[in-house]
């Protein structure tokens, strides 16, 4: 067959084929033509005992100009792929080189680098040992598509793996590479696997190492975290991310096993950020269970866990304005009216912010974040006293559409906007967030606003309270039969008989 070289394994099934049947059908059951067939015959030495051909079947159509123009080419820049070098020669001669020659092109290229192209880089697989190595790293899960509420959820994920055994924790993180998500998901991994390894490799974190320093520094508070749990900090070379491969390819291999979990679940919408942590930590410990033996070996090599934890916060101060509003790391947050005027003490974690005032817990909220150049994180609940006394403050409120807690409550003020008078419109706009907010009935409130404004009707504020008033609960009557005293008087007398 033209194109196909014939095996040693080939000749040897025609020769047994052919003591038995003829040339043709000899040839058909070996998978070679009649005419290979009669040069087998002619010369049964086996293919592989054979000297290979070193000449050319057909003129180079590439000898004019491979020592003049290619070979310049990749010289000066190593890297260039076939097609690009293909693409230039026909630029320089038109009409000689069509695409049908760009595989063998790229032949000779591949020839050309074995034999005269610049050294690679050679990789070394490692021996790992149990108890030694851990890893950390973050990787982007935005390609999934999760959504939450319906809502798109661009976050990442804190993934932790020990090299040796392959076990592994992972949690979500809306928000940054921050040093608060490092902290709290490498001591989350760490008690969860009941031990401490003796090395713990990151990449160029920011936020655990000082890459503006000429110096591999460690940043203050990492600094501390390895310390306290007595682990040596090391990291990759910058821009070599495959020599943390242990955490880099299970990166992909976890996402994987997310994506066909969620193609198998046959949507990609969470009801809240609870489920959907608990979903990957489910697909974690689905594939923890794998790697089982080897987790039991490295857990005795693990070094013991410290008495307590350490902080996994920042801890900052912030004033709350007249607004009501406070900032914190250029996001502006919401808090209830009566802390107006108080500096507050922020404890910064990775998924939330805590606010201390003489030492007392008086606000927590979760943490917002910058994606899409989001500035704001404020709860619309916060502000629904103020706006039903003035409620026409709504419509120029610098902060306005930051208040909307769904998108169906966005599209009902610029209709109401749109089609009423400006003291109607936010009139009916504030009730209805303090329907939604007070009655509890957020989402269920959102699809009926979203009827609504597809039938082209606008909402009756009126008619929606009556809905979602709390109805009286009425309780029953419960009559009371006093029994007459001669009773206790009969049951004293028996139980003296």
């Known amino acids: 067959m033209s194109g196909t070289r014939i095996t040693d394994q080939q000749v040897r099934l025609y020769m047994n084929k052919r003591k038995h049947h003829s040339q043709e059908l000899a040839a058909a059951k070996a998978g070679i033509s009649v005419r290979s067939a009669r040069r087998i015959e002619r010369d049964a030495t086996l293919p592989s005992q054979k000297p290979r051909r070193s000449w050319r079947t057909r003129p180079d159509p590439f000898v004019d100009v491979w020592d003049s123009e290619v070979v310049p080419l990749l010289r000066n820049v190593p890297h260039l792929m076939g097609i690009t070098v293909l693409r230039k020669l026909q630029e320089d001669h038109p009409d000689r080189y069509p695409d049908s020659m760009r595989r063998t092109l790229e032949r000779r290229i591949s020839q050309w680098r074995a034999l005269e192209g610049p050294s690679q880089e050679i990789f070394f697989p490692q021996e790992h040992q149990p108890g030694v190595r851990g890893l950390s790293d973050f990787t982007d899960m935005s390609k999934l598509c999760v959504t939450i509420g319906g809502a798109p959820f661009k976050h990442l994920l804190y993934h932790f793996v020990l090299a040796f055994s392959r076990w592994e924790y992972a949690c979500m993180v809306d928000g940054g590479e921050s040093f608060e998500a490092l902290a709290t998901g490498l001591q989350n991994a760490l008690w969860q696997a009941g031990g401490c390894p003796r090395e ?250 979203d009827a609504l404004l597809d039938a082209g009707e606008l909402p009756d504020l009126k008619a929606l309270r009556e809905q979602y008033a709390p109805r009286e609960a009425s309780c029953p009557e419960v009559v009371v039969q006093m029994p007459p005293v001669a009773v206790y008087d009969a049951l004293l007398e028996e139980m003296a008989a």
């Not at 000082?210 to 460690?218: G, M, T």
Request: proline fraction near 2%; aromatic fraction near 10%; charged fraction near 30%.
């Open 200 to 449: 713990h490799r990151t990449d160029s974190l920011s936020a655990a190492f000082k890459n503006l320093s000429e110096k591999d520094d460690f940043t203050a508070r990492y600094k501390a975290l390895l310390d306290h749990y007595e682990m040596q900090g090391t990291r990759n070379n910058r821009g070599l991310a495959h020599e943390n491969g242990s955490v880099e390819s299970s990166h992909r291999y976890l996402k994987d096993a997310v994506d066909q979990a969620l193609m198998l679940r046959g949507h990609r919408d969470f009801v809240d950020r609870a489920a959907y942590d608990e979903f990957i930590r489910e697909q974690v410990m689905r594939r923890n269970r794998r790697n089982a033996a080897a987790f039991r070996i490295e857990r005795q090599q693990l070094q013991d866990l410290p008495d307590y934890r350490t902080t996994d916060f920042v801890e900052e101060e912030a004033p709350v304005t007249r607004c009501s509003t406070f900032t914190v790391r250029g996001i502006l947050y919401s808090a209830p009216s009566r802390l107006i005027g108080h500096r507050l003490k922020v404890r910064v974690y990775g998924d939330r912010l805590d606010c201390y005032l003489s030492g007392v817990l008086v606000h927590s909220t979760a943490r917002g974040s910058r994606a899409n150049d989001n500035r704001y994180a404020l709860d619309y609940r916060h502000f629904i006293g103020s706006l039903k006394r003035k409620p026409q403050a709504f419509k120029g409120l610098a902060f306005r559409d930051a208040l909307f807690p769904r998108e169906a409550y966005r599209r009902t003020w610029e209709q109401l906007d749109a089609r009423l008078s400006q003291r109607e419109a936010c009139k009916t706009m504030v009730g209805l967030l303090e329907l939604a907010g007070l009655q509890g009935v957020e989402a269920i409130l959102a699809a009926q606003l």
